[in-house]
């Protein structure tokens, strides 16, 4: 394990302009550091969830024009790809790390999975640590805090699920580029595992 933690530079690489040198900058900063993190987390929680995970690190491969915004490492039980399935991730925007569970816009069992979500609104309300978000858009930085959401608030989530078909659901923590940037490796990879237990119930779930 070779995972050196993140710096400054890896956030600054999201200012660069332009999608080739942004590209280039991503390659040789970011995405060795998320390969690391795929190698370590992969046995992780293949361990937790009892599946064999498969690392997949963004490639940005369709992008002919606008340079990407973040990158990420997603862990899903298909060496081949992971939007279909129920997966984790962890990933950089300009701004922070993001430590998820995720159900994509592509998963062909979103509907019935916002229903088990339904089903489990009070435990779900309840048991998620307070200093989590939620999201239901990969593609755009802002949060929900789950300590600000009200519980139809949360309902309302779990409902769109069922009845958007862009709708998605992610769930975990924002770490801030500060606070990221001053964590040793060692200190990163105990949060993210941490993090990743108290996600466990969402995989078994969906």
Known sequence: MTFSGFTNDDFSVFTIDGLDERMDALKTTIRPKLEDLGKHFSGVLSAETGHEMFP????HARRTKNPPNDTWVAFASNPRGYKMLPHFQIGLWET????W??????????EEFGKTLENHLDQMYDEIPQDFVWSGDHTKPDVYKHSELSKDELLNLFNRLQTVKKAEI??????????AVNMNAQEFLSLADNVFKK????????
């Open 101 to 110: 569970f995720a159900l994509i816009y592509e998963a062909p069992n979103k």
């Open 199 to 206: 996600l466990l119930p969402f995989y078994k779930m969906a």
């Open 56 to 59: 997949h690190v963004a490639r």
């Open 96 to 99: 922070h790390v993001f430590i």
């Open 170 to 179: 992610l769930c975990g923590v924002n770490i801030s580029r500060e606070k």
